[in-house]
C-alpha cells in the first residue's frame, strides 16, 4: 500500500475505525498523490519567473485563451473557466453548494458533515461513492422499483448483489418488506449499503415524515446491532414536493450522526433540481 494511503486510513481510523472497515479494498488503497499540487503551491509562492509544474499556457498571469472560446463565457473569467480546477472542485462552488445544503436543511446546521466534493454529474457520484464503499459480493439494498442505472453502476461495475425488497403498498411505503429485507441482510454481512432515492424513480413517490423516520430508526437499529450500514442517498429529485406530508428536508438529516456504524452519504446535483441537465454538475 502507497504509504500517502496508509496516513489517509490511519487518519480515519483515529476518527472512526468503522468507516475504515466500510471502505472497499480500493477505497483503502486510495490517495491524492502530492507530487504535482505540492509542486504548483510552491511554484505560486516562490516561482519568479516560470512555473513549469503544469501544463497551462498563461499570458500576464491569465490563463492563455481564444476570444472565440472567450464570447460563449459571458462573465466568468478566463481563469475559473479555463484552468484545472482542484480535483474535488472549486472551493467557492463546495462552499456555495454547503450553504444551499443548510437553507434546504435546517436540522443540519451544527452537524459535523463534509464539504461537499464536485463531480460530474450524479452519475459520476454514485460511481465514485462505489468505487469507494463497494467490493465484488457486497448486498446493496434497494425497493423493486428503481432508477435501472443503478445496475449499470453498482452490479455490472462494482459486482456488487442488488437485493430488491417490495417499496410500496397500500399507497405508502411497505416498511416490513424493508425492515424484513434489512434485517434478512444484516444477518449474514458484517456490512451492508442501503440506497435510498427520494422522490423516487420511477414511482414519483416521496417519503412522508413519518416514513422517514421509521426508516431511519431501522437503519440505525440495525447499525447498533453490530452491522456496518453505508445508506446511499440519491437525492436526484430533491425539491420536487407536491404533498404537504412528505419529508421536506433530505432523510440524509435524520442519518448523518444516527451511529457511529452508519455512514450516511448525500449524493445531489443541480442536474433536475435546477433544471440543468447538460451541466452536469453535482455533489
Ligand atoms: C434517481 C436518479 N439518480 C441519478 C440520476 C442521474 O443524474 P445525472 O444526470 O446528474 O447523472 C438520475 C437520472 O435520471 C436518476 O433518475
Known sequence: MNPLAHDLNSAIAAVNPQVLEML?????????????????????????????????????GVAMNLPSVMMHLGDVSA???????????????????????????PDLRGVGIS??????????GLS???DLFMEA??????????????????????????????????????????RQALTAACAERKKVVVLLNFPNNPTGYSATEAEGQALAAALTAA???????????????????????????????????????????KADAATKEVYVWGLQSAS
Request: net charge negative; aromatic share 10%; no cysteine.
Open 79 to 105: 481563469n475559473d473557466a479555463l484552468l484545472y480546477a482542484p480535483s474535488p472542485g472549486m472551493q467557492a462552488l463546495r462552499d456555495e453548494w454547503t450553504k444551499k445544503l443548510l437553507i434546504d436543511n
Open 128 to 130: 465514485v461513492i462505489g
Open 223 to 265: 447499525a447498533a446491532g453490530g452491522t456496518n450500514i453505508v445508506v446511499l442517498i440519491d437525492d436526484a429529485y430533491y425539491g420536487l414536493f407536491f404533498d404537504e406530508r412528505i419529508m421536506k428536508q433530505s432523510i440524509f438529516t435524520k442519518l448523518a450522526t444516527a451511529h457511529p456504524r452508519l455512514l450516511a452519504i
Open 137 to 178: 459480493g457486497d448486498v446493496l439494498l434497494l425497493p423493486d422499483m428503481m432508477w435501472e442505472n443503478y445496475n449499470l453502476i453498482f452490479a455490472l461495475r462494482r459486482q456488487v448483489e442488488i437485493r430488491q425488497y417490495n417499496g410500496l403498498r397500500d399507497g405508502g411505503l411497505d416498511l416490513d418488506a424493508f
Open 24 to 60: 472497499s479494498p480500493l477505497g483503502r488503497e486510495l490517495y491524492f498523490p502530492k507530487g504535482i499540487l505540492t509542486q504548483s503551491a510552491e511554484a505560486k509562492q516562490l516561482a519568479r519567473r516560470y512555473n513549469a509544474t503544469i501544463g497551462t499556457a498563461m499570458e500576464n
Open 115 to 124: 464539504v461537499p466534493v464536485v463531480t460530474t454529474g450524479l452519475t459520476h
